[in-house]
C-alpha cells in the first residue's frame, strides 16, 4: 500500500488523542534525551557515551510505540505494561540493532556523509520490523530496507524525514519537536502501511 502523506500528518495524532497513554514513551524519551544531551558537553567521552544512549533510547521508544500502535490496530486496548513487558524481552535485539545501526550510518557517514544519509532512510523502520515482524536484527535491517522500496514509498518517506530534519533544525524547541514527530509517525507508517 502507498504511503499517504496526508494521512500520516493526522491520523497518528487522531489515534494518539483517543488514547493518550501513548504519549507516555514519547515523553520519557525526550526526558532522556534532554538529559544525556546535556551529559554531552562533559567532554568527547561524554559525547560518544550519550550519543550511543541516545541511540539505543530512540530504538527502544520507537519499538515500544509501535507496538501500541500495533495494538491500536489490532482492536486491542492500549496497555503499556503489556506493551513494556513485550518490549522488556528484545531488550538485546533492540540493543545490538541499535549498535549495528549507528555502526552502519556512522561508516556511511565517514564516506562523505550522504551514504550515512541514505543509510539512515533505509534503516529507519528496522526496530518497527523487529517487534512487529518478530525478525531477527538482520532481517529487520532486510525488512526495512525493503520497506523503504517497496510500494514506491521511497519519497513519501524521505520528504516526510525531511520534514522532521527541517523542523529540527528551529532553535530550542526544534529537536524536541522533530523526536516528537519521530516517534509518533514512523511507528504508525510501519504499523498502517507494512502488510
Do not use: H
Amino acid at each position: 500500500m502507498r504511503i499517504n502523506l496526508g494521512d500520516v500528518f493526522t491520523e497518528p495524532f487522531k489515534i494518539v488523542g483517543k488514547n493518550p497513554a501513548m504519549l507516555i514513551p514519547v515523553f520519557i524519551g525526550i526526558i532522556l534525551t534532554l538529559l544525556f544531551d546535556v551529559v554531552r558537553f562533559m567532554g568527547p567521552l561524554a559525547n560518544l557515551v550519550s550519543s550511543i544512549i541516545i541511540g539505543i533510547t530512540t530504538m527502544f521508544f520507537i519499538a515500544w510505540i509501535t507496538i501500541l500502535f500495533d495494538q491500536y490496530k489490532k482492536g486491542e486496548e492500549i496497555d503499556l505494561k503489556k506493551s513494556f513487558s513485550q518490549i522488556n524481552q528484545l531488550l538485546l535485539e533492540i540493543i545490538v540493532l541499535s549498535i549495528v545501526v549507528g555502526f552502519l550510518i556512522s561508516l556511511g557517514t565517514l564516506a562523505y556523509v550522504i551514504p550515512g544519509l541514505i543509510l539512515a532512510l533505509f534503516l529507519i523502520f528496522s526496530p518497527c520490523a523487529l517487534v512487529i515482524d518478530k525478525l531477527s536484527v538482520t532481517d529487520s535491517l532486510k525488512k526495512s530496507y525493503s520497506f523503504v522500496f517497496k510500494g514506491e514509498n521511497f519519497l513519501q518517506i524521505f520528504l516526510l524525514l525531511l520534514v522532521i530534519f527541517l523542523l529540527g533544525m528551529i532553535p530550542i524547541v526544534g529537536l524536541y519537536l522533530s523526536i516528537i514527530l519521530e516517534y509518533i509517525l514512523l511507528p504508525y507508517i510501519y504499523v498502517e502501511y507494512s502488510k
